[in-house]
């Protein structure tokens, strides 16, 4: 009997209880609501605020999830806070998990951290083509955390930030133009002289490979079967890999109208019987 006793006891006080939330309860699940909807708003305007704005686009993204994330902890903190929890305690009971999280979370911590050293010395940008992590591909977002690469194949890759930041970068837009150093055998009863002439031309028959640097062949090294040309010509980053492709084709197709030889792997059987 005095069991029952006790709990009709505790039923009573936990309906009380709930009672006296209740009030404190429903404002809260309305600030929420509420606070959803003006995160989401705040969201909106800041997102119109940079497109009208010429902003970096690195910077437009990073500061645009760094907003959204620092609101909706701000609209934690004020819940919380409206159902009696008391600012003090909070703010302990906040330093304690955020010390847990830390030494859980050091590899996010270190990706957040590299997201701003990216944001702050800009290696590289949205748009550029980049090599990084054993990835090439074009930046097609920076966030906080990460950064998104268009691969050649049209495929996402997604490296951390910490990883970019520590690592090596080729920033393949980092200036207007670039360098090819296109190499290519030829045999050695051919004349180097004219396949130098020839390799010179296809580069003045092509409009997008600049003359200023001028294009330049020379021969590289001697190689067991083969002389090793190499020739070095400029373009622009746009038309950089149209010239690639326009060389190598014309080389195949040159050489053979001046029936220069380009050695290749070959193995002779002698039968003995």
């Given amino acids: 009997m005095e069991k029952i006793t006790d709990l009709q006891a505790h039923v009573d006080n936990a309906i009380k209880w709930f009672w006296e ?11 929420l609501f509420v606070g959803l909807w003006v995160v ?52 302990a009971m ?14 996010s911590l270190a990706n957040f951290a590299g997201g701003v050293l990216i ?34 194949g049209n495929q996402l890759a997604i490296i951390p ?12 837009n980092a200036e207007p133009i670039r360098r090819d150093n296109y190499k290519v055998g030829i045999g050695y009863g051919s004349n180097i002289k004219k396949a130098k002439d020839i390799l010179l031309q296809i580069c003045a028959n092509n409009e ?8 330049q062949v020379v021969v590289d090294s001697l190689g067991d079967s083969s002389v090793n040309l190499s020739l070095r010509w400029w373009a622009k980053n746009e038309d950089f ?14 050489f053979d109208e001046a029936e220069i030889e380009i050695p290749f792997p070959q193995r002779d059987i002698h039968n003995r019987s």
């Fill in 119 to 152: 944001l702050l010395f800009k290696p590289f940008k949205v748009g550029d083509f980049i090599s990084a992590q054993g990835v090439d591909g074009t930046v097609k977002e920076i966030s906080i955390f990460n950064t998104k690469l268009n691969t050649f």
């Fill in 161 to 172: 930030n910490g990883q970019l930041s520590n690592g090596n970068v080729i920033n393949f």
């Fill in 208 to 215: 997008k490979i600049l003359t200023d640097p001028m294009p």
């Fill in 94 to 107: 906040l330093g304690a998990a955020g010390l847990a999280i830390g030494l859980a979370l050091q590899g």
């Fill in 21 to 31: 939330m209740l009030p404190d309860l429903i404002l809260a699940i309305i600030l």
């Fill in 40 to 91: 989401r708003f705040l969201n909106k305007m800041v997102r119109r605020f940079f497109e009208k704005k010429d902003y970096d686009q690195t910077l437009e993204t990073f500061l645009q999830s760094f907003i959204s994330i620092a609101l909706k902890i701000i609209l934690f903190i004020l819940v919380v806070t409206q159902l009696g929890v008391k600012t003090s305690s909070l703010v």
């Fill in 241 to 254: 890999w149209d010239a690639k492709f326009f060389v190598h084709e014309e080389t195949k197709s040159r």
